[in-house]
Structures are given as C-alpha cells and as structure tokens.
C-alpha cells in the first residue's frame, strides 16, 4: 500500500508536468500559427516544454507510483527549481500566480522528503 504522501507528491509533480506540457503545446500552437517574434527560441520553448512536461509525468506515473526509487530525485529537483521561480514570479508582481506556485513546490518537497514516502521508496 503506497502512502498518503507518497500519492500526493505524485499527483503534485503529474500536475507541474501537465502545466508543462500544456503550456509546451500552447507556444507550440502559437508559434504554427505565426504568433512568435523569433521562430527559433519559440519553437525551442515550446519543445522544452513538451518535453519537460512529458518528462513529469513519467516521473509521477512510472516512478513515484510504482514507489521506484529514481523517482524521488528529479521529483524533488523539480521542487527545489519551482522555489525560485515562484519568488521571482511574485517579485515581478504576479503574487496571484507566484504564491500558488510557491504553495505548490513547497507541498511537493515535504511530501517527497516525508518519511512514509522515504519507508516506501527505501524501506525500512
């Protein structure tokens, strides 16, 4: 039986993976349409985008869930980036999105690093 907290980080970093990957296929949408200013890092964002997002989501689905313990690491990584990048959200006067994000990562770290989580991915 997996732990509680074991599920919600999962769901946390499918969820940052589903952001992704949709904000991914947006720019990607935008820039077939004509929309982009430079062609080449639009299509660049967009790629990381989908990738990254599709990368999450193997992480939530195929690691954390099945309790495989390569999913911890880039799980947490994910965490530990999103910190920042909300503060700097929120610095740039966005605090709507910024907190919620920060709220997030924060959510995601201490289930990941929970010990129900750590038993389940390590033993013990």
Not at 9 to 26: M, P, Q, W
């Amino acid at each position: 039986m997996r732990p509680w907290s074991l599920v919600v980080a999962a769901a946390i970093v499918a969820l940052e993976g589903l952001v992704a990957l949709g904000l991914g296929i947006y720019a990607a949408v935008g820039t077939l349409a004509g929309q982009a200013g430079d062609t080449t890092a639009a299509v660049a964002e967009a790629a990381f985008g989908i990738l990254i997002g599709a990368g999450l989501i193997w992480v939530a689905w195929g690691g954390l869930l099945r309790a495989e313990r390569w999913g911890r690491a880039p799980g947490v990584l994910t965490q530990i980036f999103m910190i920042p990048v909300s503060v700097t959200v929120i610095q740039s006067g966005q605090p709507a999105i910024g907190i919620p994000l920060l709220v997030v990562a924060i959510a995601g770290l201490g289930t990941l690093l929970a010990p129900p989580t750590t038993r389940a991915l390590y033993g013990g």
